[in-house]
């Protein structure tokens, strides 16, 4: 075995904050909007607006994810996920990444380069890059993406321009991370449907930018749940929407885990969180894109419903819930 077939056993305490920017930015080929990468005080990207569209999620260890559940790849693909699915949810394109990252000097430096290694696969997904960042030492891996977009000429879809008669319509899957979720929790490993799409979900990324194009009057991503995400819109917008099962699906994969579980897969799509799915609402008239279904209708009023009946079951995901 020469010296370089040797597997790097180094910590990060051992390669050190610039070792490790080195390890993590060295022979990266950027996207063409990236016109000065990783290494000066700031990056400098280019977008064909004048505007930025800017947005921020954390991931905590054992709030976000669990090492014995994901790898550092999968990990480094879903923090770069939930970014751009924030991005495609104001009908944007993405133009650059920022990643702060804070970790014990304990971890392996390989596992820092699978974690960039995922952030660039994810990044590449969707036609960008990562432009730069931060490492600190930490007690608890964290993980801060800043993602930025461009808006190519459009105004931003908010969560506020829902109008009684449009018709709400959903881009990506519902319930498949929390069903993923529930399996991992109860110390399975599989099926990998669902345990792969809580490990890394799979935003529609081009149905966002798409949406705006056919004339969305609101759009969110699915974070905490659709009922939960949807009351975001609601509220924004001052009008009151209902969710029509008959138009929204349970897949016969996920009635089944449930079915070996004893748990509700109605609930895990109405209420799980994770998958990064699109929603939006979009005027009767305007047709939806490829890739949306109608999944219920905007109405004068307040909140969100299931079949113009009020939703019993716990709500979705909750930070500090009490
Ligand atoms: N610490 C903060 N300082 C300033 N604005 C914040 C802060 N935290 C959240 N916000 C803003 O509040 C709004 C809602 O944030 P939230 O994190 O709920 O949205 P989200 O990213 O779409 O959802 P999720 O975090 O579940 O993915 C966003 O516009 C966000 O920028
Ligand atoms: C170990 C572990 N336990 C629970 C969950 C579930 N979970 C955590 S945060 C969140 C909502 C989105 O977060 P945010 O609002 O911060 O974007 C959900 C559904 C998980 N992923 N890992
Ligand atoms: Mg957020
Ligand atoms: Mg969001
Ligand atoms: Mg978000």
């Known amino acids: 075995m020469t010296p370089e077939e040797r597997p790097d056993t180094r910590t990060v305490s051992q390669v050190g904050e610039f070792g490790l920017i080195r390890r993590v930015t060295d022979d990266r080929r950027q996207p063409e909007s990236t016109l000065l ?37 999968h990990v480094g693909r879903k923090a770069v996920a939930v970014n751009l699915s924030d991005i495609a949810a104001m009908g944007a394109v993405p133009t650059g990444l920022l990643v702060g990252l804070g970790c014990s000097g304990e971890f392996s430096a390989e596992f820092v380069d699978e974690l960039a290694a995922g952030m660039w696969e994810e990044a590449r997904r969707a036609g960008t890059g990562l432009v730069g960042g931060d490492m600190v030492t930490a007690t608890e891996l964290t ?29 990506g899957g519902l319930g498949w991370s929390a069903a993923g979720l529930e399996v991992l929790a109860r110390g399975f490993r ?10 890394v979900p799979e935003p529609p990324y081009g149905a966002g930018p798409s949406a705006a194009e056919a004339g969305a009057t609101s759009m ?5 749940g659709l009922l939960a995400d949807l ?8 009008v009151s929407l209902d969710i029509r099962t008959d138009q ?16 509700d897969a109605r609930h895990w ?9 699109l929603v939006a609402t979009f005027p009767e008239a305007a047709g ?17 419903t299931v079949d113009g009946a009020e939703y019993s079951g716990e709500a979705g995901w909750r930070h500090w819930r009490q």
Do not use: K, M, Y
């Open 231 to 238: 009351e975001h819109v609601a509220t924004a917008s001052g």
């Open 143 to 171: 993980i801060s993406v800043t993602a930025l977009g461009d808006l190519q000429g459009r105004p931003p879809v908010t969560r506020g321009g829902a109008r009684p008669g449009d018709v709400v319509a959903l881009a």
């Open 37 to 73: 990468g990783p290494g000066d005080d700031a990056a400098v990207v280019s977008a064909s607006d004048s505007r930025v569209v800017a947005t921020t999620d954390v991931l905590v260890q054992n709030v976000h994810f669990r090492l014995d559940w994901s790898g550092p790849r």
């Open 288 to 304: 939806l894109p490829d890739g949306w279904s109608p999944v219920g209708r905007v109405l004068a009023g307040e909140g969100v």
């Open 269 to 277: 799509v109405l209420n799980g969180g994770e998958d990064q799915a």
């Open 220 to 224: 969110i991503d699915i974070s905490d």
């Open 190 to 199: 599989s099926p990998l449907s669902v345990v792969g799409a809580h490990r």
């Open 248 to 263: 929204l699906e349970v897949p016969q994969r996920l009635l089944e885990v449930a079915s070996a579980l004893g748990a």
